[in-house]
């Protein structure tokens, strides 16, 4: 009789269904710069990350170039679910991320990696209300912003008058040495530039490889000013959603990508100079430290304004800037 049970158990055990595997988890990462541009690299190197500390449990689909959204509707398009996660220039929306972009203020930030490291922990500190709809998994920010333009500019008079795309608090700038702003998504530069409605670019270098405006841009001043912020965020209800494993691993990856990108901007930044010089004999010019001074002499009202606007909206601004400083020292 107990022989019997025996078989019979035994029987229905290999009868049972097999529990089916674990479903695997795939996000779509959805970014408005083309491929090969260092946000677009970094979204490749975070989905390999990824997929890889999560042991596959995890799948990115990564969209580059605006095909799922476009810059200025990055945000909003991942709080309604049009795509997971998404790569946004803050900067574009200067009203609506007014904390992250202090660090676009010209506080001189020397770098790429600086610059991402204090942003992170800038927002780490603050927590700036304007990302309570969804989860932030990492930010960063372009190395320090030039003036790459189709003729030369060997001192502030040459900039007065000059059409040159910027966004944020870097077209204030723009506007302060007296140039007249084009306010156009990085992504729709090299047309306005192929075109003629932009005489020049106030940005990162990494673009006159990135996006190849050393064809269109033979002239390089290194001004050398301000940086601008990035962040990648993710929908809150997908965040929710995924196992408590996955979720560590991400929170573990926000301040080494943060410096990864960094550090990967600032190599790249060398090489597109590079690159620039010896395919396109494109002509860098630096400035004397008297030259220089007058650049950013024209400078100083755009923090003062931004700390009234700041106090004025509730912001603990002057803390703010101060932390700011403290964090380009101590990341320096």
């Known amino acids: 009789m107990r022989q019997k049970t025996i078989m019979l158990s035994l029987l229905l055990f290999i009868l049972m269904p097999l529990s089916a595997p674990a479903e695997k988890i795939t996000l779509s990462y959805a970014n408005f710069m083309p491929p090969d541009t260092f946000p677009t690299v970094q979204m490749e190197q975070w989905k390999k990350e990824v997929e890889k500390r999560t042991g596959g449990k995890i799948a990115v689909n990564t969209v580059p170039g605006g095909k799922l959204l476009g810059a200025k509707e990055m945000m909003d398009g991942v709080i309604s679910g049009k795509a997971d996660i998404g790569c946004l220039c803050m900067a574009y929306q200067p009203n609506r991320f007014v904390l992250t972009n202090a660090t676009g203020l010209p506080l001189g930030i020397p770098s790429s990696r600086v610059g991402s490291m204090v942003l992170w922990n800038l927002y780490k500190k603050y927590n700036p209300d304007a990302f309570a709809g969804v989860k932030v998994l990492t930010m960063f920010t372009t190395s320090p912003a030039n003036i790459m333009s189709k003729r030369p500019v060997k001192n502030i008079e040459d900039v007065k008058g000059m059409t040159l795309r910027a966004s944020g608090g870097a077209g204030q700038i723009v506007k302060a040495w007296g140039a007249n702003l084009v306010d156009l998504p990085m992504s729709e530069t090299p047309g306005a530039l192929k075109r003629g409605i932009a005489e020049g670019v106030?940005?990162?270098?990494?673009?006159?490889?990135?996006?190849?405006?050393?064809?269109?841009?033979?002239?390089?001043?290194?001004?050398?000013?301000?940086?601008?912020?990035?962040?990648?965020?993710?929908?809150?209800?997908?965040?929710?959603?995924?196992?408590?494993?996955?979720?560590?691993?991400?929170?573990?990856?926000?301040?080494?990508?943060?410096?990864?990108?960094?550090?990967?901007?600032?190599?790249?930044?060398?090489?597109?100079?590079?690159?620039?010089?010896?395919?396109?004999?494109?002509?860098?010019?630096?400035?004397?430290?008297?030259y220089k001074a007058k650049f950013n002499f024209l400078l100083w009202p755009i923090t003062s304004k931004w700390i009234k606007d700041a106090d004025a909206k509730g912001l603990p601004a002057k803390p703010i800037v101060k932390d700011i400083r403290t964090f380009i020292r101590k990341y320096r």
């Open 202 to 290: 106030f940005s990162s270098l990494d673009v006159m490889k990135g996006l190849n405006f050393a064809q269109y841009c033979p002239y390089v001043a290194m001004t050398e000013t301000v940086i601008y912020p990035f962040a990648v965020v993710m929908n809150l209800a997908r965040w929710n959603s995924l196992p408590g494993d996955v979720k560590k691993v991400l929170e573990n990856m926000g301040a080494e990508h943060a410096e990864w990108t960094g550090n990967y901007m600032d190599d790249y930044v060398r090489e597109a100079i590079r690159w620039s010089e010896e395919n396109h004999q494109v002509e860098v010019m630096e400035f004397e430290k008297s």
